[in-house]
């Protein structure tokens, strides 16, 4: 079965930091593009970062550029997102995808909650 | 990177047809044919509807379709169904890299 799970979530005061990590299984996950996608309590979908199949390039979303960073262990099918000095706006549930169709994210995770709170 | 405009809601009657649409700018949806439309239901993962505009993945039903005129994409749901009933997302490819979610779309079925 194609799945991806997420983890890492947690509570974590402001200015702290936070693992999230995305297992995939049942595809070749080096073989995909890779995203995290977060949701903030009560609001929409908002696309966080990218990164290529051999982990050589990434992209990130102006609020989080140079505190989040986006990495993967294909050995491991592991995506990973390490943010650092975390805000009160990044509480969400963080989402990971696979992209298999060009910015068409066809499998996805259940997500994992991140609370960024004193 | 500001969010594709998207209408707070749209409601139809079972059987009927509905369009949502998704306003983006020449930097996004105008310039790209990489709109992506997604199915959320509150507490569950986001299921891919429609992708490159108007290409269906396998599984989705043949009641979704996609269009792209200018800086605007749609989604239209024919044969309305309760099951339907959901947040849906536009996304679209911005340049260097970036991509942008629509503001999101309440969809009821009356």
């Known amino acids: 079965e194609v799945q991806l799970v997420e983890s890492g979530g947690n509570l974590v005061q402001p200015g702290g930091s936070l693992r999230l990590s995305c297992a995939a299984s049942?595809?070749?996950?080096?073989?995909?593009?890779m995203h995290w996608v977060r949701q903030a309590p009560g609001k929409g979908l908002v696309w966080v970062s990218r990164?290529?199949?051999?982990?050589?390039?990434?992209?990130?979303a102006d609020s989080v550029k140079g505190r989040f960073t986006i990495s993967r262990d294909n050995a491991e099918n592991t995506l990973y997102l390490q943010m650092n000095s975390l805000r009160a706006e990044d509480t969400a549930v963080y989402y990971c995808?696979?992209?298999?169709f060009g910015w068409g994210l066809d499998v996805w995770g259940q997500g994992t909650t991140v609370t960024v709170s004193s | 990177q500001s969010a594709l405009t998207q209408p707070a809601s749209v409601s139809g009657s079972p059987g009927q047809s509905i369009t949502i649409s998704c306003t983006g700018t020449?930097?996004?949806?105008?310039?790209?044919?990489?709109v992506s439309w997604y199915q959320h239901h509150p507490g569950k993962a986001p299921k891919l509807m429609i992708y490159?505009?108007?290409k269906r993945p396998s599984g989705v039903s043949n009641r979704f379709s996609g269009s792209k005129s200018g800086n605007t994409a749609s989604l239209t749901i024919s044969g309305l169904q309760a099951e339907d009933e959901a947040d849906y997302y536009c996304?679209?490819?911005?340049?260097?890299?970036?991509?942008?979610f629509g503001t999101g779309t309440e969809v009821f079925v009356l």
């Open positions: 995808g696979r992209d298999a």
């Open positions: 049942g595809f070749i996950f080096s073989s995909y593009w």
């Open positions: 990164i290529s199949i051999d982990g050589s390039s990434t992209s990130y």
């Open positions: 020449s930097s996004d949806v105008g310039s790209y044919n990489l």
């Open positions: 490159e505009v108007n």
């Open positions: 996304c679209s490819y911005a340049g260097s890299s970036t991509g942008v």
